[in-house]
């Protein structure tokens, strides 16, 4: 690509000198004419020299990510000729994924025969499919008469980002309401689920790890053994918590609050499946990665970590269509970053089902704000 600007100027230089030829010095003008066309030449064909001799090799140090871990982009440039090269100049890219506080616009010049390797490191910020690498890579001449571009394979790596899994504040708000309707009784000799409507499900008994729910303790057990037990829930599985992801993305006009919100509303919807799995009460998520609805059973925290992954598939979507699925009458929470009429609408009147939202406005019955405390997850009204 030819530099319209810079070439101007330097004819406008050589017409200079063939004037100060003309009217002033001939010998001395034409020793000058003839080292600016030189000049010019040389520039042009070292360019071309480079463009042809320099490598470009691109190193990404991980392609799955944790929010908040830093990917490292490394960029080495070898120059495989006896000259040095001309202005190399790459222009990094990464997606909203990433933020960066490295420079995104890199120039250097390689001496012959060597390398020069620069990195930029970014840090995820938001979950899902990500990019980072390199958008363009070209190479000017010394005087800025024209400009190549290098050929690059593989120059955007595409990373997954997985969303956290936070800790739930469960001491109030919709966290509190969902778990102490499947509390249980401290009965050693019965056990009885709120949400169990097939009859009183059976029960046995584990001993306590770290995260399990203290309502799950029994503690008589507990206290004729000398060590925590915590009971297990069976057979109560016709009456599972329904967690309902709406697809419809975020309208703040704010492009990272957008992003914010809906990243909070997934959060949170791990987070109280989390905690639902943790204390061993069956739940199931209703999602749409694509055009239909999935159903995807929740038993175990290794089946929320299942979805977790998969969740970097997820794209938020700006239309209204298919927003929600069927839903049946038993217990749901639909976890929404669109909290408008429409979401208003489907769980006002129904005493089993809420919606929670990064951001609600007025006071929509049912519908719980989700708030990040630090480290925990927060419902509140």
Not at 136 to 147: E, N, Y
Not at 353 to 370: D, M, Q
Request: glycine share 6%.
């Amino acid at each position: 690509m030819i530099n319209i600007k810079a070439v101007i100027s330097y004819l406008l230089l050589i017409g200079l000198a063939v004037l100060y030829t003309l009217y002033l010095e001939a010998s001395g003008g034409s020793y000058l004419i003839t080292a600016l066309a030189a000049a010019a030449l040389l520039s042009v064909l070292l360019c071309v020299y480079t463009a042809k001799k320099l490598k470009v090799h691109i190193e990404i140090s991980g392609d799955i990510l944790n929010r908040g871990d830093t990917v490292t982009v490394s960029l080495v440039f070898s120059n495989e000729g006896f000259l040095p090269t001309s202005f190399v100049t790459a222009e990094l890219f990464s997606s909203y994924h990433f933020t960066t506080d490295s420079p995104l616009r890199i120039r250097t010049s390689v001496f012959g025969r060597s390398t020069t390797e620069f990195s930029a490191d970014h840090r995820a910020e938001f979950f899902g499919k990500g990019r980072v690498g390199v958008s363009s890579i070209s190479v000017t001449d010394f005087l800025g008469l024209c400009t190549l571009r290098v050929d690059i394979p593989k120059a955007i790596a595409e990373i997954k980002v997985y969303p956290d899994i936070p800790e739930v504040n469960s001491r109030e708000g919709l966290a509190r309401s969902l778990t102490d309707a499947a509390a249980f009784d401290e009965s050693e000799e019965t056990t009885q689920s709120l949400f169990a409507m097939n009859g009183t499900p059976g029960y046995e008994h584990r001993k306590y790890e770290p995260g399990d729910s203290l309502k799950l303790i029994n503690w008589k057990l507990s206290a004729k053994r000398g060590e925590f037990f915590v009971r297990r829930l069976e057979g109560a599985s016709g009456a599972e918590q329904v967690f309902v992801l709406d697809k419809a993305g975020s309208k703040n006009s704010d492009v990272s609050a957008m992003h914010r919100e809906e990243q909070l509303t997934v959060e949170a919807m791990l987070a109280l499946m989390m905690q639902f799995a943790k204390t061993e009460i069956p739940s199931k998520l209703m999602i749409r990665f694509d055009r239909d609805w999935e159903t995807i059973p929740v038993v175990t925290p290794s089946d929320v970590s299942d979805i977790r992954y998969r969740l970097t598939d997820l794209t938020f979507s700006e239309d209204e269509v298919n927003r929600l699925p069927k839903l049946a009458d038993g217990h749901s929470v639909i976890f929404t970053a669109r909290c408008d009429s429409f979401i208003s609408g489907i769980v006002s009147g129904y005493e089993n089902r809420s919606a929670a939202s990064p951001a609600v406005t007025g006071g929509a019955e049912n519908i719980w704000t989700i708030a990040r405390d630090e480290e925990d997850i927060r419902f509140v009204r």
